[in-house]
């Protein structure tokens, strides 16, 4: 058949589609180093790639059969395709040797037999030669006999006597025809020499000779000894041995000595070339009378040929979530060799999930055999062995690279789940906060993250997306919102895709940016309350107190107090961070009755911020001396009992000191709520108007903001007087005991009767 001929439709005898060819890269695999045949991935067709010659393939075998893979990828399938050469007629016949000497003398008696070439097709069956023709002649015919083996071949038959005074030699042509349409014809030329009378022929002791002899057989190895005898003397009794025909495989191979008829080794013997060689021998005397023999030399196979080991298919990779079983390569996989040396055993290395499966003879699929993990093993050398049954056994290996593809199996991770940092208030947009990082244990456009925000967080921070670096978007401040949970997305870039997620805690660092204010004494455009004390106040005695709060926090809102002028000095002193302003010393006769105080007051930070207040303080005549004891409700007599008492009390507060420090931890931990000090009399309550909203005063003297990321703290201070601020409209209310108070403003004053027993208190 010529090229591109072709020989069937393979998708539709196995039932693909055309399309499904081009898409699974389908093609055709030949055993061998030749491709004979292609396939036609456009219409299905398997096509002749390269002339096929059916003597060149398989000889003189009478079935030639060739084997061919059809593959498929994506999965890896394979179908096997077996093709039967059928002959054709393509050969004539042919004699080896075209010129046909014989010598027969004269007295050879009528009917003698002699053997002639047989010609040679290597066509087969009906395109073989099958019958002879001799030319026209009158003393010789032409007449078949056949060889042991069932081969058919001619003989020259006497018919006539021969005189060799009448005619010495003769020229006859045999022709060889076969039996194709039309059929073809080989010829040869005989020429027949008559001799003086020589009587007898030389006979061999056996028509057929069998000899034995291992492949790979030394040069010049014995194979066997032929005889031949001759009962005449001298020149017509002496026999020379030759071949007569000797075929294209055997040539060279073997000789034969021409006188004592020893065949021996002359060239490589090898099993896998010829298992058998026919020779044809002849045996021709001195006279030229001739015989022959057939001589068989039957070749003994050896364990010369190592297993061979070829790769027909193999997928450059195969993805990591491969079901068990699917095919990565085709292995052709045998050996030249006969018998137990001919069979092969195939073994791959134990630690690959990767095992051989055999469906046709000498194709081994390599196929999955576990769950693969890129993350794990992303490449794999897998050797494969080839060992005979031969003795020694000869093995051999071959490597089958396979790259593990990866596919999107693992999320990204990030290298923190949360993440904490503080950014200082005030600062320009574009501030760089944090950088986040995520890892992928996936490769390649799997592995690829991209960053992006979740949530409320994009009105406040930007997002790198490839780099996970965060920013400002706008200046914060500390007073308006102190910290921020934002939730960053980490996202590969697989599909579909794989996300994961971390928290990122932004804290607001404050900064000293808001001044001191002053809550009490009320500072307005007009007049400022006075505050009033008694005549006979002593040393030490609670005049008042300034109260001021900070927006800041922590030792940005550390408040001192300080008097930076008063209208006579000396005469006052004020707590430095509890802001109560006490008497130096008793009030003299020439102290003015009324005393102004201006008040200092400054934070903690670095660069201090401070704000004034402006204190009154009238000198009330009459107005009882407050004991500090009854501030707190306490009775008089209680204080002077005993001293005993005191030391018992002291001695059990000793022994349930343990105790009392764990209650305050759980107290100060737990409980964000101040203690206040209340008494049954109505205090006055000062409403919330006076100060801004978010501030509260938690203790004596406190002045911190009420921030949730704080616990509350007590300054140091006085215990002998604070105040209370609430919802409440600014009143004065009787005191338990009778009196009177008198709201007192601007320059007015009046006598007021105090109970003995009143307390001023903060309160929330």
Same mark, same amino acid.
């Given at each position: 058949?010529?090229?591109?001929?072709?020989?069937?439709?393979?998708?539709?005898?196995?039932?693909?589609?055309?399309?499904?060819?081009?898409?699974?890269? $389908?093609?055709?695999?030949?055993?061998?180093?030749?491709?004979?045949?292609?396939?036609?991935?456009?219409?299905?067709?398997?096509?002749?790639?390269?002339?096929?010659?059916?003597?060149?393939?398989?000889?003189?075998?009478?079935?030639?059969?060739?084997?061919?893979?059809?593959?498929?990828?994506?999965?890896?399938?394979?179908? @096997?395709?077996?093709?039967?050469?059928?002959?054709?007629?393509?050969?004539?016949?042919?004699?080896?040797?075209?010129?046909?000497?014989?010598?027969?003398?004269?007295? !050879?008696?009528?009917?003698?037999?002699?053997?002639?070439?047989? $010609?040679?097709?290597?066509?087969?069956?009906?395109?073989?030669?099958?019958?002879?023709?001799?030319?026209?002649?009158?003393?010789?015919?032409?007449?078949?006999? !056949?060889? %042991?083996?069932?081969?058919?071949?001619?003989? *020259?038959?006497?018919?006539?006597?021969?005189? +060799?005074?009448?005619?010495?030699?003769?020229?006859?042509?045999?022709?060889?025809?076969?039996?194709?349409?039309?059929?073809? @014809?080989?010829?040869?030329?005989?020429?027949?020499?008559?001799?003086?009378?020589?009587?007898?022929?030389?006979?061999?002791?056996?028509?057929?000779?069998?000899?034995?002899?291992?492949?790979?057989?030394?040069?010049?190895?014995?194979?066997?000894?032929?005889?031949?005898?001759?009962?005449?003397?001298?020149?017509?009794?002496?026999?020379?041995?030759?071949?007569?025909?000797?075929?294209?495989?055997?040539?060279?191979?073997? =000789?034969?000595?021409?006188?004592?008829?020893?065949?021996?080794?002359?060239?490589?013997?090898?099993?896998?070339?010829?298992?058998?060689?026919? *020779?044809?021998?002849?045996?021709?005397?001195?006279?030229?009378?001739?015989?022959?023999?057939?001589?068989?030399?039957?070749?003994?196979?050896?364990?010369?040929?190592?297993?061979?080991?070829?790769?027909?298919?193999?997928?450059?990779?195969?993805? =990591?979530?491969?079901?068990?079983?699917?095919? %990565?390569?085709?292995?052709?996989?045998?050996?030249?060799?006969?018998?137990?040396?001919?069979?092969?055993?195939?073994?791959?290395?134990?630690?690959?999930?990767?095992?051989?499966?055999?469906?046709?003879?000498?194709?081994?699929?390599?196929?999955?055999?576990? %769950?693969?993990?890129?993350?794990?093993? @992303?490449?794999?050398?897998?050797?494969?062995?080839?060992?005979?049954?031969?003795?020694?056994?000869?093995?051999?290996?071959?490597?089958?690279?396979?790259?593990?593809?990866?596919?999107?199996?693992?999320?990204?991770?990030?290298?923190?789940?949360?993440?904490?940092?503080?950014?200082?208030?005030?600062?320009?947009?574009?501030?760089?906060?944090?950088?986040?990082?995520?890892?992928?244990?996936?490769?390649?456009?799997?592995?690829?993250?991209?960053?992006?925000?979740?949530?409320?967080?994009?009105?406040?921070?930007?997002?790198?997306?490839?780099?996970?670096?965060?920013?400002?978007?706008?200046?914060?401040?500390?007073?308006?919102?102190?910290?921020?949970?934002?939730?960053?997305?980490?996202?590969?870039?697989?599909?579909?895709?794989? &996300?994961? #997620?971390?928290?990122?805690?932004?804290?607001?660092?404050?900064?000293?940016?808001?001044?001191?204010?002053?809550?009490?004494? %009320?500072?307005?455009?007009?007049?400022?309350?006075?505050?009033?004390?008694?005549?006979?106040?002593?040393?030490?005695?609670?005049?008042?107190?300034?109260?001021?709060?900070?927006?800041?926090?922590?030792?940005?809102?550390?408040?001192?107090?300080?008097?930076?002028?008063?209208?006579?000095?000396?005469?006052?002193?004020?707590?430095?961070?509890?802001?109560?302003?006490?008497?130096?010393?008793?009030?003299?006769?020439?102290?003015?009755?009324?005393?102004?105080?201006?008040?200092?007051?400054?934070?903690?930070?670095?660069?201090?911020?401070?704000?004034?207040?402006?204190?009154?303080?009238?000198?009330? =005549?009459?107005?009882?001396?407050?004991?500090?004891?009854?501030?707190?409700?306490?009775? =008089?007599?209680?204080?002077?009992?005993?001293?005993?008492?005191?030391?018992?009390?002291? *001695? $059990?507060?000793?022994?349930?000191?343990?105790?009392?420090?764990?209650? &305050?931890?759980?107290?100060?931990?737990?409980?964000?709520?101040?203690?206040?000090?209340?008494?049954?009399?109505?205090?006055?309550?000062?409403? @919330? #108007?006076?100060?801004?909203?978010?501030?509260?005063?938690?203790?004596?003297?406190?002045?911190?903001?009420?921030?949730? +990321?704080?616990?509350?703290?007590?300054?140091?201070?006085?215990?002998?007087?604070?105040?209370?601020?609430?919802?409440?409209?600014?009143?004065?209310?009787?005191?338990?005991? &009778?009196? !009177?108070?008198?709201?007192?403003?601007?320059?007015?004053?009046?006598?007021?009767?105090?109970?003995?027993? $009143?307390?001023?208190?903060?309160?929330?």
């Amino acid at each position: 058949m010529q090229r591109g001929s072709e020989i069937g439709n393979l998708a539709h005898d196995l039932g693909l589609d055309v399309d499904e060819l081009i898409q699974r890269n $389908a093609r055709v695999v030949a055993e061998g180093s030749r491709q004979f045949c292609e396939l036609s991935t456009e219409t299905g067709f398997l096509l002749v790639s390269e002339r096929m010659d059916r003597e060149e393939l398989c000889a003189q075998t009478e079935v030639c059969i060739v084997q061919f893979q059809l593959l498929l990828e994506n999965p890896l399938k394979v179908y @096997s395709l077996v093709l039967d050469i059928q002959d054709i007629n393509d050969n004539s016949p042919f004699f080896d040797n075209g010129q046909i000497e014989l010598e027969l003398l004269e007295s !050879t008696v009528l009917g003698r037999r002699f053997p002639l070439e047989s $010609a040679r097709d290597p066509d087969m069956g009906a395109n073989s030669v099958q019958h002879y023709r001799l030319s026209k002649n009158e003393y010789f015919a032409l007449e078949m006999n !056949t060889h %042991v083996d069932a081969n058919a071949y001619p003989e *020259l038959v006497l018919k006539k006597p021969l005189d +060799r005074e009448s005619q010495v030699d003769h020229f006859l042509t045999i022709s060889g025809v076969d039996g194709g349409n039309p059929p073809l @014809s080989g010829t040869a030329s005989i020429h027949i020499h008559v001799l003086d009378a020589n009587d007898n022929v030389p006979v061999f002791s056996q028509r057929v000779y069998k000899a034995y002899i291992h492949e790979n057989s030394e040069q010049g190895t014995f194979l066997t000894k032929l005889n031949a005898t001759d009962l005449d003397s001298g020149l017509y009794g002496k026999i020379t041995y030759t071949f007569s025909h000797v075929p294209d495989k055997t040539r060279g191979v073997v =000789e034969i000595d021409p006188v004592t008829g020893e065949v021996r080794v002359a060239g490589t013997i090898d099993y896998e070339e010829a298992s058998t060689h026919e *020779l044809d021998v002849q045996a021709k005397d001195g006279g030229g009378q001739s015989s022959h023999c057939k001589l068989i030399i039957e070749v003994t196979d050896l364990n010369d040929n190592a297993p061979v080991i070829e790769i027909k298919s193999s997928s450059p990779s195969v993805s =990591e979530d491969a079901s068990p079983g699917t095919m %990565v390569a085709l292995l052709n996989v045998y050996d030249l060799d006969t018998g137990a040396s001919g069979r092969v055993t195939c073994e791959i290395t134990d630690d690959a999930p990767f095992k051989l499966v055999s469906e046709v003879k000498n194709y081994f699929m390599l196929v999955t055999d576990g %769950v693969l993990d890129r993350e794990k093993s @992303s490449y794999y050398n897998i050797t494969v062995t080839a060992v005979d049954a031969g003795t020694p056994p000869m093995f051999s290996s071959n490597i089958v690279s396979i790259l593990v593809a990866d596919v999107n199996d693992n999320p990204p991770v990030f290298i923190q789940s949360e993440y904490s940092v503080e950014v200082p208030e005030n600062r320009a947009q574009g501030l760089p906060v944090i950088r986040v990082r995520a890892e992928d244990a996936d490769a390649g456009q799997n592995a690829q993250i991209q960053y992006s925000l979740a949530g409320d967080a994009v009105s406040y921070f930007s997002l790198n997306e490839e780099t996970g670096e965060v920013y400002t978007l706008r200046p914060f401040d500390y007073e308006t919102l102190s910290h921020f949970w934002i939730r960053v997305l980490a996202r590969d870039g697989g599909s579909p895709p794989f &996300t994961s #997620t971390c928290t990122v805690r932004v804290f607001i660092g404050d900064e000293n940016d808001n001044a001191p204010i002053i809550l009490y004494p %009320v500072q307005s455009s007009g007049q400022i309350a006075d505050d009033i004390v008694p005549l006979a106040a002593p040393k030490g005695y609670l005049v008042t107190k300034v109260v001021a709060v900070d927006a800041d926090a922590g030792h940005n809102a550390w408040l001192s107090y300080h008097i930076v002028q008063a209208t006579k000095p000396h005469l006052f002193s004020i707590g430095l961070h509890c802001g109560e302003i006490r008497m130096l010393r008793p009030f003299a006769d020439d102290d003015e009755p009324k005393q102004t105080l201006v008040v200092a007051v400054k934070d903690n930070g670095a660069e201090s911020l401070s704000a004034t207040a402006t204190v009154n303080i009238a000198i009330g =005549e009459g107005l009882p001396v407050i004991d500090e004891l009854s501030a707190f409700g306490l009775d =008089e007599s209680w204080v002077r009992n005993d001293f005993t008492l005191y030391l018992i009390i002291a *001695l $059990a507060g000793v022994s349930s000191l343990f105790l009392i420090l764990i209650s &305050t931890v759980v107290y100060m931990r737990f409980c964000r709520h101040s203690y206040m000090h209340r008494t049954s009399a109505k205090l006055p309550v000062f409403p @919330s #108007t006076y100060g801004p909203p978010g501030y509260f005063d938690v203790s004596h003297c406190g002045t911190l903001q009420n921030d949730d +990321r704080y616990s509350s703290f007590l300054t140091t201070g006085s215990w002998r007087g604070d105040f209370r601020f609430g919802p409440e409209v600014f009143d004065y209310n009787t005191l338990k005991k &009778t009196g !009177t108070m008198v709201r007192v403003s601007g320059d007015n004053m009046a006598n007021v009767k105090v109970a003995s027993r $009143a307390h001023l208190s903060v309160g929330l």
